[in-house]
Every structure is written in structure tokens, then in C-alpha cells.
């Protein structure tokens, strides 16, 4: 498991990794992170692992789009409903998010969802949040995180979003080439256990990257991490592993998480990890509190640690660009 | 102590009401000293293990920002997911030991002793 620690940031360094050569700065990696929490950018770009300070040289590298380029947004937990100190206004926070991906200069296709859309499953929440992301004009793909199927094992979320989904929501789409794989596992939680996916979700799986080249980027986005963060406040999965090893194979996948409202990333071998922030509220830092609920942080603070994720994939290149920003 | 706090200073029509409610399920403990409360707070279940007498009934109460759903692991009882400050209780008609935990939250586990 790797912590990341509180690490002064050096604005004059530039932080690689080559993901290739599997050559890790390790040092460097724990500053990207804890900059990412603190209001500067992280992104893997053609392979290589940088960092830089928010609105420096982020800006004018990220206007470089070209036609085979395949841009999309993450957000997540956006806890609709949720009133309470940490956040008295998710309304506004998520408002935000809409504005910063509307003043994108480069539109992304679409947008991820990594659920807990709701806080308490409720319809007027639900509505709440089509309403607000409307304004995006943008096609919407969704997962369930554990709030949005609280009473009714999910009935409600799967008429809403998951239309054409399998199971208890898991589906996958192509996009410029890139195979997305959206997946449940919020469902079924075993007594002491982590986030599941299941025996049916897990058949399903292997399936459907069967007939995948291996050469195709796979793009994994689930509400719980798919990696082991902090068991003991259950941010993990107990079958991942199970998951991760049908797309061994694969030469880029990038793994798309939200539940732990904090930036994270982990590279192993050919697997991607980020967990994006919240539009909602500030979770701590595994084990740096009694326990995982909200965190209240001073007003003038919370948007700058909350924000929305930016994807970048160049065809041709093995590692997609994964940029997280702050809504400050 | 708790029952102290409540009963200062409020009228008596309401001092019935409330300890009609309060001194209810204590009584189905009757000669032990035991609380049929369960507090749900910072993700966990205070106190981790209950032990009641038989009919005794046992309130889960939320004290987090964040919803909890009481469920038996064996699939005895499921509450609706509680938000803050909202309760679930069940009654225990056998003795026996109940296992449970926070089915959204699944590392938060707790168990019902009922002698």
C-alpha cells in the first residue's frame, strides 16, 4: 500500500515516472499526490508522470488537442442531499464543477460519474442532480455508489441510469478506441468485508474483453477503489484482484474510482489507479482520523479540495492523462 | 445520566410522555442494569456487543453525518437507511446470539446477546 505523505512542494520540480520502463520515482510520486490535495495537478502524460502548479504550464499544454485525441471528465460523489457542516451547499459545489467543465477549452466527449450521486437514494435528489448537470450538454455515463441504492437494492438507480446496463448496473462502450468498462460494487456487502463485484459481474467480464486486442486502452470506473486503500475503513474491494487479472494482458488500463473524496494514484505494471475528488465534502486521509466521516475544513478552503477529474487520451500512446482540478 | 438531563426542568405532561418512551424497553431488562441502546457513531457500534434479556426491545441510534443501515447477518432484520439522529429498533423474542453490521459500511460490525 502506498501513503501519501505531507511533503513541501517544489514548484521548480517536474515529477516523472516512466510507465514503460516501470522506472518509479517513488519520492516524487508521494509529492505529485500530496499536491494534488492541496490544489496543484497531477497528469500521466504519453507514458510519463507529471506534476504542475495549478494554472503554470497545465493550461496551454492541455489546449494542445488534436483529432485522434479523446478527452472526458470525471466527477463523483456529489451526496446530493447532504446538508450538514462539512458542505451546507452541494447544490452550489456541484454548480461549480458544471461551470469549470463548461469553461473547458477543449470540450470533453463526455462525462463519468463515479457515483454517490445521492446521499440518500431520495428521487428529488436524483432530480436535483440531472437538473444541475443538464447545463453540461454532455452525455452522462453512471455507476452506483453505495448512497444511490439505500432501500431498494437499487431499483431506482437502475431505472434511471442504467437502462441498458447488466446485473446491478455494470455495462461497457467504445469510445476513439477505448474500451470503458463501467462497474458495481456496491451491492451484496458481506459482514466484514470491502466493496464486492460478485461472481455474475466478474463472469461478465472476462467476456467481454475476450475479444479485445490487446493493444485496446481499457478505461475501468467503479464507485469503491478497485485497489486496497485502507481496509479497515473498507476503502478496497475484496475481488479486484479477480477483476484486474482479465486484463492483465491489456497494455494500459486506467482505473477510474471515487469513495474516498481525495485524490490518490497508484501505478502497478500496466494498471492506472486515481480516485477523484468530491463536489461534496472532504473525507481525511486513511487513518489520520477516528474515522472516515465528512471533515469539516474552513469555508474559504473547501473548493480548492474538491474538483472534478480530467481525461486525455492521445491514440497511439499507451497511458492516458489523468488531471485532477480543484474547484477553487 | 442521560435520563437526568431530560427530566430537568420539563414540564410534567411532557415528563410522562418522554419517560414513558425512555423507561419502556428498560423494563423489559428488568433486575439488570443493562441499555438497550446501540449508538452508531464515527462508523462503529457502541457498545460493539449488547447483551439484553429476552423481549428486550434494542434502538439502534445514528449520531453520524453519514446514512447507516442496521441489517442481521442473517438476514433477521434490515432497517431503512437511517440518516442523523433517526433510530431502528427491534425486538428479540429468543435467546441467542445476533450478528450484524452496517450493510453500506460492511467493516462495521456488532453482535445482540439475548439471555
Redo the contacts between chains.
Sequence with gaps: MEKSQIIAPNVNGLIEHDHNNDGIDRRGFLKCMAWAGTGAICAIQGGVLKSYALGSQMGSKMKSHKADELTFVQISDSHMG?N?P?NPDVIGTLKAAVDKINAMPHQPEFILHTGDIS???NPEEFDNVDQILKATNKEIFFVPG??DV??DDGKMFLERYGRNSKGSGWYSFDKNGVHFIGLVN?MN??????GTLGHDQLEWLEDDVRHLKSSTPIVVFAHIPLWTIY????WGTDDSAQALSYLKRFASVTVLNGHIHQTMQKVEGNVTFHTAFSTAFVQPAPGKA?????MKVPAEQLRSLLGITDVNYVQGRHALAVVDSTLA | MKRTILFSGVPVMLLLAVSALVLQPTRATAGENSSTEVRVDNFTFGPETLTVAVNSTVTWVNKDDIPHVIASNDGLFKSKALDTDQSFSYTFTKPGTYPYYCSIHPKMVGKIVVQ
Design positions: 447532504f450538514k462539512a446521499h440518500l437514494s453505495e448512497h439505500l432501500n456496491v456487502l458481506k459482514a466484514g468485508g470491502l481496509p479497515q475503513w473498507g477516528d474515522g472516515p466521516g465528512p
